[in-house]
T-cell receptor, first 112, second 112 residues
C-alpha cells in the first residue's frame, strides 16, 4: 500500500517531557509538512522540508524540532518548550511540480 | 496567519439537498484548494482551482473562484449522509515552497 503513515495515533505526555511523532511516506514525494490543528480551527504550519537534509520553520515553529535524514521520513519532536502542545498533528507530503498535499491520518497528542 | 475564512461555520441539511460553502481570502493566490476532513482523521484533497480559472467540476463538486472579490465557493450537489465532514479551503500562495494557508472550515452535517 502506498501512502503516508503517522504513529502513534494517540500519544500522552507528561509536562516537561519531549515526545517524537513519526511520519513516513512511500510515495516518493520530495516535500513534507507538519501541521497543528486545534479544536474548531484550521491547520497551522509548523515545519516543512523540500528535500533531504533541509527544512524550514513555518508559522508556529517555537517549541518544535524536526529532522529529514531520509526522503521517506520527517519526524517531529515536541519539546518541553512548547507551552500548549495538546493538539492534533498532521503530516503531509507533496509530489514535485504539483500543488496538492496528501495527508496522513494524524496523531492526537495530549499533555497530562 | 490564517487567510481563508469559511462561511458558514456550520451547515445542516437533508440528504438530496445541495450544500454551498464559501471561502474568502485576503492576499493574492496561485491556486485555491478544497479539502475534506472526517472527524478525527486526516485531510483528503477534493479539488484545486488555479487563479486564472473561474469554475471547475469534479463529480458532484463544483468550485467557483472570483479573484476580484477574493472569494470561492464549493457546491456539493445531491448530498449524501457520507458527505458529513468538515470542509476546508486552502489558498496556495507564492513563496517558494507551495505554502497552503487554511481556513477554519465549515462543518457539514447531512441528515438521512
Amino acid at each position: 500500500d502506498g501512502g503516508i503513515t503517522q504513529s502513534p495515533k494517540y500519544l500522552f505526555r507528561k509536562e516537561g517531557q519531549n515526545v517524537t511523532l513519526s511520519c513516513e511516506q512511500n510515495l516518493n514525494h520530495d516535500a513534507m509538512y507538519w501541521y497543528r490543528q486545534d479544536p474548531g480551527q484550521g491547520l497551522r504550519l509548523i515545519y516543512y522540508s523540500q528535500i533531504v537534509n533541509d527544512f524550514q520553520k513555518g508559522d508556529i515553529a517555537e517549541g518544535y524540532s524536526v529532522s529529514r535524514e531520509k526522503k521517506e521520513s520527517f519526524p517531529l519532536t515536541v519539546t518541553s518548550a512548547q507551552k500548549n502542545p495538546t493538539a492534533f498533528y498532521l503530516c503531509a507530503s507533496r509530489p514535485a511540480a504539483t500543488d496538492t498535499q496528501y495527508f496522513g491520518p494524524g496523531t492526537r497528542l495530549t499533555v497530562l | 496567519s490564517q487567510q481563508g475564512e469559511e462561511d458558514p461555520q456550520a451547515l445542516s441539511i437533508q440528504e438530496g439537498e445541495n450544500a454551498t460553502m464559501n471561502c474568502s481570502y485576503k492576499t493574492s493566490i496561485n491556486n485555491l484548494q478544497w479539502y475534506r476532513q472526517n472527524s478525527g482523521r486526516g485531510l483528503v484533497h477534493l479539488i484545486l482551482i488555479r487563479s486564472n480559472e473561474r469554475e471547475k467540476h469534479s463529480g458532484r463538486l463544483r468550485v467557483t473562484l472570483d479573484t476580484s472579490k477574493k472569494s470561492s465557493s464549493l457546491l456539493i450537489t445531491a448530498s449524501r449522509a457520507a458527505d458529513t465532514a468538515s470542509y476546508f479551503c486552502a489558498t496556495g500562495v507564492s513563496g517558494g515552497y507551495n505554502k497552503l494557508i487554511f481556513g477554519a472550515g465549515t462543518r457539514l452535517a447531512v441528515h438521512p
